[in-house]
């Protein structure tokens, strides 16, 4: 990972001065007397390492990281800028949702306390009818006799008025 940051690091430009950063490498193919700097110029690994920066590179490379740095956290800014937007419209959207919502289940509460009182008073008036009814029972077998009452004095009348 060292490797390919330090190999991406010297492709790039500073765009501000737009000179090139580049890294100074070493004659490699100078044999070494000294069995240190041997162990100096190989990784642990065995491979070989990259050779020491001057401070001008180093200053270079680090404004080039800095500048992207700057860059990335612009970017993220901007990212939460817009998400904290989008969260802002969804929650304002989901408040509105809810304030319609409460005024549909309100007026339907209404109307449903509404039909219980008037499906109240009809039954009342079924209970009153019913035992309103009950005493037309009597009423009724009272019209019974009286019918048979009026049938017999009319066919006794029309006998009388037929007599010649």
């Not at 070493?26 to 390492?49: I, M």
């Not at 050779?51 to 180093?58: Q, Y």
């Not at 500048?67 to 990335?72: E, F, H, L, Q, Y």
């Not at 037309?136 to 006998?159: C, E, F, H, P, T």
Request: hydrophobic letters at 35%; a negative charge.
């Amino acid at each position: 990972m060292e490797e390919s940051s330090s190999a991406a690091a010297g492709d790039q430009r500073d765009e501000s001065t737009e000179e090139e950063v580049t890294i100074r490498q070493q004659d490699t193919d100078q044999p070494s007397t000294c069995p240190e700097a041997e162990q100096e110029a190989f990784g642990l690994d065995g491979s070989e390492s990259k050779t020491p920066l001057n401070k001008n590179d180093i200053l270079k490379a680090l404004q080039v990281v800095e500048r992207d740095s700057r860059a990335i956290a612009d970017s993220f800014s901007s990212l939460f800028d817009s998400l904290r937007l989008a969260l802002s419209e969804v929650t304002s959207g989901s408040v509105d949702h809810m304030r319609c919502f409460g005024d549909a289940v309100g007026r339907l509460q209404e109307s449903a306390l509404d039909a219980a009182t008037k499906g109240n008073r009809y039954i009342n008036s079924c209970l009153r009818l019913n035992e309103e009814m009950k005493g037309m029972d009597s009423l009724a077998n009272q019209l019974k006799i009286l019918r048979r009452n009026v049938d017999a004095l009319d066919g006794a009348v029309n006998k009388l008025v037929r007599l010649p």
